[in-house]
């Protein structure tokens, strides 16, 4: 179980947190340059990349229920006072990305670009939810220092920086593989 928090922890933290700066290049590519670089591939590959990684976490998330109940309060968290909160997480990190099994819907750029807002704000939402939670019951470690300004302008700006190197990386290959196979 711990290899897969780390794994997970992982694509989180190199492809998850990048969505939206991956899709807003590739939207800015396909807007300049028509049809030259594979966009419409690499969209395909972050499609089935984030119904992968739904499925996956939704499947441990269940088993981790199955395995310790008292550590996953599903019902507490569903049925308390911050329900409104964890539904639209819910909705939102889980069900909202398997909606890109339909292929209408997935080979749009600005449908795909919700859905990982969609994403994004779930995982929000579940932070907002610990975190209130533990404000709620008078619990919060006393050694804990937040430095969120800082903390937060530099991971939106990595973010970014490496959607986009992630991005063009992929294009290229892309274009690499298809040159190859032209020759």
Not at 7 to 36: G, Q, S, Y
Not at 71 to 80: D, K, L, P, Q
Not at 113 to 134: C, D, H, N, Q
Request: proline content about 3%; glycine content about 4%; charged content about 15%.
């Amino acid at each position: 179980m711990e290899l897969y928090k780390s794994i997970i922890e992982m694509v989180d933290a190199n492809l998850i947190h990048c969505l939206i700066p991956i899709i807003m290049t590739l939207t800015l590519v396909e807007l300049f340059f028509k049809n030259r670089f594979e966009t419409k591939k690499t969209l395909n590959l972050i499609r089935w990349t984030i119904i992968i990684y739904t499925i996956v976490t939704f499947t441990f998330y269940l088993i981790g229920m199955a395995m310790n109940p008292d550590e996953y309060a599903f019902i507490n968290r569903a049925t308390g006072p911050y329900a409104l909160a964890y539904w639209i997480m819910f909705l939102s990190a889980l069900i909202l990305p398997l909606t890109l099994l339909i292929k209408k819907l997935a080979s749009k750029f600005w449908y795909v670009l919700l859905v990982a807002f969609g994403m994004k704000s779930g995982m929000y939402l579940e932070r907002f939810v610990i975190i209130v939670t533990s404000f709620h019951r008078d619990y919060l470690p006393e050694n804990e220092n937040f430095e969120l300004i800082d903390l937060f302008s530099f991971r939106i700006g990595m973010i970014i920086l490496q959607g986009v190197i992630m991005t063009i990386l992929t294009l290229v290959i892309l274009e690499i593989k298809k040159i190859v196979q032209n020759t």
